[in-house]
Structures are given as structure tokens and as C-alpha cells.
């Protein structure tokens, strides 16, 4: 089992940017696949990008050349850079762990931070 801590969200201007950081428990890290999700009120958690244990990147549509997914194994640390933000990404942001490999799906995973609010503003 591996804990999860999101930071970095907040209030940001339509095209600005973010960095959200999410710092994991354990000294397994490397070992997993992590990523990030983000979920509205009533929605349902929707995949924004996951870096598998080899450093493969994969990212939704809807932020690819927006967003970047790195990983520090060093610091056990997931991070977002996030930018040209939008109206349309405010949401609660997740950071998420897995031994599946790298899925789109949320059930892939088995450990989850508890969020941190992104608001853009517009």
C-alpha cells in the first residue's frame, strides 16, 4: 500500500499555469505505475495521465500538449505541470497508484490521494 499526498492546486486565470506535486509513502514507488485523475461534483473520475514504473507516459486527449506527467523516484514524488489552463479543468485533482500498468481506468488502481482543488477562473 502505498500514501498519497496532493498540493499545488488553486486559483489560477484562464491560460495560466499549475504545478501539482503528489508526495507517496513507501519505499516502493518506483515500482508503480501513478497518475492523475480529476473528478467534478457528480461526475464521474476521469483519467488525465499516468507514467508507468519505465517512465512511459500516457495522457488523455483533452490536455496532450498541455499537460505533463514526470515522476522523481528519488523523492517518490508524482507531479502535473499544467498549463494553457482552462475553465473547462477545474476539478479536484487525484493522484493515484497501481500494478496494473498504466490504465485509463480508475478501478486499475489501488491507492489514492484525497485531491486538491484546481479553479480556473475565465
Known amino acids: 500500500q502505498v500514501q498519497l499526498v496532493e498540493s499545488g492546486g488553486g486559483l489560477v486565470q484562464a491560460g495560466g499555469s499549475l504545478r501539482l506535486s503528489c508526495v507517496a509513502s513507501g519505499r516502493t514507488f518506483s515500482r508503480y505505475t501513478v497518475g492523475w485523475f480529476r473528478q467534478a461534483p457528480g461526475k464521474e473520475r476521469e483519467f488525465v495521465g499516468a507514467v508507468s514504473w519505465r517512465g512511459a507516459t500516457y495522457y488523455a486527449d483533452s490536455v496532450k500538449g498541455r499537460f505533463t506527467i514526470s515522476r522523481d523516484n528519488a523523492k517518490n514524488t508524482l507531479y502535473l505541470q499544467m498549463n494553457s489552463l482552462a475553465h473547462e479543468d477545474t476539478d479536484v485533482y487525484h493522484c493515484?497508484?497501481?500494478?496494473?500498468?498504466?490504465?485509463?481506468?480508475?478501478?486499475?488502481?489501488?491507492?489514492w490521494g484525497q485531491g486538491t482543488q484546481v479553479t480556473v477562473s475565465s
Open positions: 493515484a497508484a497501481g500494478t496494473s500498468g498504466a490504465s485509463v481506468l480508475p478501478s486499475d488502481y489501488n491507492d
